[in-house]
């Protein structure tokens, strides 16, 4: 007890997973402070002081504390000044250091991913995979500094010389959710490093304590390099930090990720300044299977992603759009799958499903169960809140399975847990379309055929609507280099590859005369 108390953590049996060596092994053990600059840590106070307990065992993991107001503010002015030096390295020299980060997560990726898994809930091949995304981009950066290319063009004036030139943005601001608790943050930091920015990164309240070990991993980057502080930040806190990120005007971008309600305020009061707003919010993905589907193929995908993550995932499958002549086999198949999936502790082999963040998403899960029930749809399978060994937290849940249409208000929101609504259609392929569509969020869709006619409609300008759209594999587990993102009440933003860079990054562009003439553009006339 005196070393729980001494190290805030829970420590009875704790190390059956082996969670307190991997706590001390990213420095996150006994950690107590609101706020970093990458090189400082702040201070902590005992009345902002909060208990993060594992969704997984409800133990407590650690306690951290939340930044103040003024705790804020201290970091800007810090990013601030961090800018000015950092702007004026070189792009391939930022890739550096960028590099160096991708190293030392390679170097932590075993007790970064199992600390993802034991705080966040998912299984530990998906913590990892986690970090490993994290490496991903890191490499992406450090080629893309390098480039950050803009366009050269002709000028209409003799002897003038026109293009566009990148330069840093500023202080970018990251707000994260809980779900990919460090993934999403490095999409944005890595990108913005190499472009010149500076970053502070609020966290989901829900996951502080992975931050906290990426910071720790950061700052050995940053002292081995004699980098200043305040290019890589840190502030815990709640929805309250994030609102004054998104209304300060020191931070031109604020790139949030989260449900549609939140981002609706946050792009309303980033608008509201004239600042940009990158939003990456909430999914209502959709699988088309029509009657050319390899279904031995889409039954993986479909599972994998309508249960992994514990449905958790912003692509996960929320809705499967089936053609009526293999509505019952498809059927029969899941009700064959579903009762064999392995639940419970995501850090224990085996297990496939985790638990829902907290008892709040459990809450969300059984409502939407019963509201669609109301509605006319129906329940062929799970939906009950585990008991007994192993699932004493309550926020273990068996995935569910709903015969329902697509108008159902429940269908046309999305719960954030492991809810697969069976949808039937029954024309050709443009009614699946059609039925994806309708929907207001626009972020993940798939269809499975064989026929290279339903494919090339479910592409075309007519098809789907999404910002990502899959054939003949799932709607979840998208890779880093293309640009991730969604339409309508996804938000549109785009992170992660191709030119997604951009956003981070001020274009200019520049004319030069080097003729001993003024022709005016557009061969306007102004003799003085
Ligand atoms: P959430 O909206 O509750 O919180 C996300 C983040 O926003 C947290 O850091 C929270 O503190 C902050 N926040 C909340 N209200 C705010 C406000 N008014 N102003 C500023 N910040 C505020 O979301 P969550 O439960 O953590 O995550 C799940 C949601 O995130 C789902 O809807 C999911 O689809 C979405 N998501 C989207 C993507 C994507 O790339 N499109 C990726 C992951 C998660």
Partial sequence: ???????????????????????????????????????????????????????????????????????????????????????????????????????????????????????????????????????????????????????TMHSERPAHRM???????????????FNFPV????????????????????????????????????????????????IFNLVIGDAEIGAAMAADSRVPLVSATGSTRMGKKVGEVVGGRLGRALLELGGNNAIILTEHADLDMAMRAVVFGAVGTAGQRCTTTRRLIIHDSIFEDVKARLLKIYPNLPIGHPLQDGNLVGPLIDKAAVEGFTKALEAVQQEGGK???????????????????????????????????????PILYLIKYSGGVEEAIAVQNGVRQGLSSSIFSLNMRETETYLSHAGSDCGIANVNIGTSGAEIGGAFGGEKET??????????????????????????????AQGIKFDV
């Fill in 183 to 230: 993934a999403v943050w490095s999409w944005n930091a890595m990108l913005a490093a190499v472009c010149g920015d500076v970053c502070i990164w609020k966290p989901s309240e829900k996951t502080p304590l992975v931050a906290v070990a990426v910071q720790h991993i950061l700052k050995e980057v940053l002292q081995e390099n004699e980098l200043p502080e305040g």
């Fill in 1 to 151: 007890l005196e070393e729980a108390a001494a190290t805030g953590t829970d420590v009875q049996d704790h190390d059956h997973h082996g969670i307190r060596q991997v706590l001390r092994e990213l420095g996150v053990e006994a950690h107590n402070a609101a706020w970093s600059t990458g090189l400082r840590w702040g201070s902590s106070t005992a009345e902002n002081t909060r208990a993060i307990h594992s969704p997984t065992d409800g133990r407590l993991i650690g306690s951290v504390a939340f930044a103040t107001a003024a705790d804020y503010d201290q970091v800007v002015k810090t990013a601030e000044t961090a800018f000015k030096t950092w702007r004026l390295v070189p792009a391939p020299k930022r890739g550096e250091i960028v590099r160096q980060i991708g190293n030392k997560l390679r170097q932590y990726k075993e007790p970064l991913g199992k600390l993802v898994s034991y705080e966040m809930g998912k299984i530990l091949q998906e913590g990892l995979g986690e970090v490993q995304e994290m490496i991903d981009i890191c490499d992406f950066a450090v080629g893309l500094s390098r480039q950050l290319t803009g366009y």
């Fill in 379 to 417: 329940l062929l399978i799970g939906g009950e809140v585990l008991e007994g060994l192993g699932y004493e937290t309550g926020t273990y849940v068996k995935p569910a399975l709903v015969e329902a249409r697509n108008e159902y208000h429940t269908v046309q929101e999305e719960t954030f847990a």
């Fill in 163 to 177: 293009y566009e030139q990148y330069h840093p943005l500023g202080v970018v601001g990251i707000i994260s959710a």
């Fill in 491 to 520: 938000g549109g933003g785009r992170e992660s590859g191709s030119d997604a860079w951009r956003i981070y990054m001020r274009r200019q562009t520049n004319t030069i005369n080097y003729s001993d003439q003024l022709p005016l």
